[in-house]
């Protein structure tokens, strides 16, 4: 018996979610007394692996899966769980995943709780605690399938040192052409520096921001934090910004430690996607906006005053470091 968890990586190298899984895996198997066996597709260098609690990594190395198939690395998956005798395959609740895991779920003949936030609250009968509704309330399920799969929310578990002997292995599964009817044939990047999904902190900017020329102070300031830039809808449906950067209800989910949102109301579409955020600062000239019952931290001010100094600030607290 084992716990699976599915690592992916970006062209090869992985990133923080991928060693969140693996901490959190660590601690399932501990949980329930077994080994964490890791599984990678066309990763360059393990050895980070290891820092987090990875015993076993299978290394699946194939050309036909440099891009991501929703049905192919459901496939791979599945066929190293078989391999592994895992009753859990751990995954992150990320696009990728999200879109893979109903697909591998009933390849595997198991239950499937998508957005899990923390370690499992039973073992038997096995509970998991998950966020649903925009991350306006947690929900408890039990899984009583023989196996089980556990999509992993970003952000909700952290990272855990855990230093092991990391057994290497490599694993050819076996691919199915019927799995290739649809292919990734290109890929273009949207811009800025660091992507929604990936960021410890996103600064984004709303129509209080009057236009795209003034967009410059949002990417100073986040260019300062190291954090991605997003926006409201109305301001990617009016061009200012591209729509890769809108975020809400109907635009991308944000869960990044720090949330600051300058310029924009909160409506509650706008909030919805931005509930997961750990910490929410608000700059508006409005007392009143809505954002402010929603945010740890509130300014009342003119952004065009607030956001250059903020930035100076940091600027020169980096500078002192
Ligand atoms: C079905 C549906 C889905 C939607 N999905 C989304 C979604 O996913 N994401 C989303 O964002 N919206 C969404 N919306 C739109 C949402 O309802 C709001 O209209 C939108 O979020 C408002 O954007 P905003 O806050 O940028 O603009 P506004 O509501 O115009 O707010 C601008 C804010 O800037 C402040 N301001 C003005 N000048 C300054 C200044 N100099 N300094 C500081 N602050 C200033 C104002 O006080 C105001 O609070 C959706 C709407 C619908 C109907």
């Given at each position: 018996?084992?716990?699976?968890?599915?690592?992916?990586?970006?062209?090869?190298?992985?990133?923080?979610?991928?060693f969140?899984?693996?901490?959190?895996?660590?601690?399932?198997?501990e949980?329930?007394?077994?080994?964490?066996?890791?599984?990678?597709?066309?990763?360059?260098d393990?050895?980070?692996?290891?820092?987090?609690?990875?015993?076993?990594?299978?290394k699946?190395?194939?050309?036909k899966l440099?891009?991501?198939n929703?049905?192919a690395?459901?496939?791979?998956?599945?066929?190293?769980?078989?391999?592994?005798d895992?009753s859990?395959?751990?995954?992150?609740?990320?696009?990728n995943?999200?879109?893979?895991?109903?697909?591998?779920?009933?390849?595997?003949?198991?239950?499937?709780?998508?957005?899990?936030?923390?370690?499992?609250?039973?073992?038997?009968?096995?509970?998991?605690?998950?966020?649903?509704?925009?991350?306006?309330v947690?929900?408890?399920?039990?899984?009583?399938?023989?196996?089980?799969?556990?999509?992993?929310?970003?952000?909700?578990?952290?990272?855990?040192?855990?230093?092991?002997?990391?057994?290497?292995?490599?694993?050819?599964?076996?691919?199915?052409?019927?799995?290739?009817t649809?292919?990734?044939?290109?890929?273009?990047?949207?811009?800025?520096?660091v992507?929604?999904?990936?960021?410890?902190?996103?600064?984004?900017?709303?129509r209080?921001?009057?236009?795209?020329?003034?967009?410059?102070?949002?990417?100073?300031?986040a260019?300062?934090?190291?954090?991605?830039?997003?926006?409201?809808?109305?301001?990617?449906?009016?061009?200012?910004?591209?729509?890769?950067?809108h975020?809400?209800?109907?635009g991308?989910?944000?869960?990044?430690?720090?949330?600051?949102?300058?310029?924009?109301?909160?409506?509650?579409?706008?909030?919805?996607?931005?509930?997961?955020?750990?910490?929410?600062v608000?700059?508006n000239?409005?007392?009143?906006?809505?954002?402010?019952?929603?945010?740890?931290?509130?300014?009342?001010?003119?952004?065009?005053?607030?956001?250059?100094?903020?930035?100076e600030k940091?600027?020169e607290?980096?500078?002192?470091?």
């Open positions: 018996m084992s716990v699976l968890v599915f690592a992916d990586n970006s062209e090869g190298k992985f990133k923080k979610g991928a969140e899984l693996i901490s959190y895996g660590k601690k399932v198997a949980q329930s007394q077994t080994n964490l066996v890791v599984l990678t597709i066309n990763a360059d393990l050895s980070e692996l290891a820092n987090y609690g990875a015993e076993k990594v299978l699946v190395k194939d050309e440099t891009n991501f929703a049905r690395y459901a496939d791979v998956i599945k066929q190293a769980s078989d391999k592994e895992s859990m395959i751990i995954i992150e609740s990320s696009t995943g999200l879109y893979l895991s109903p697909i591998l779920a009933v390849n595997l003949e198991a239950g499937y709780a998508s957005n899990v936030v923390a370690l499992p609250t039973s073992i038997e009968p096995f509970t998991l605690k998950r966020k649903a509704f925009s991350t306006k947690f929900s408890f399920i039990e899984i009583n399938t023989p196996k089980k799969l556990i999509g992993l929310s970003k952000n909700s578990f952290g990272l855990v040192e855990n230093p092991t002997n990391v057994v290497e292995e490599n694993f050819i599964p076996t691919l199915n052409d019927r799995d290739f649809i292919q990734i044939t290109g890929i273009e990047k949207s811009s800025g520096e992507t929604i999904a990936d960021a410890d902190i996103v600064v984004s900017g709303g209080g921001l009057k236009g795209p020329e003034n967009w410059g102070m949002i990417e100073d300031l260019h300062v934090l190291g954090a991605a830039t997003a926006c409201s809808k109305p301001v990617s449906d009016l061009g200012w910004r591209p729509h890769s950067e975020v809400g209800q109907t991308k989910p944000v869960s990044s430690n720090l949330y600051i949102a300058v310029g924009i109301s909160g409506a509650i579409q706008h909030l919805a996607g931005v509930n997961a955020a750990k910490v929410k608000v700059i000239t409005d007392e009143e906006a809505p954002f402010f019952k929603a945010a740890d931290y509130g300014i009342v001010g003119d952004a065009f005053e607030v956001v250059p100094k903020l930035t940091l600027k607290f980096k500078s002192n470091q």
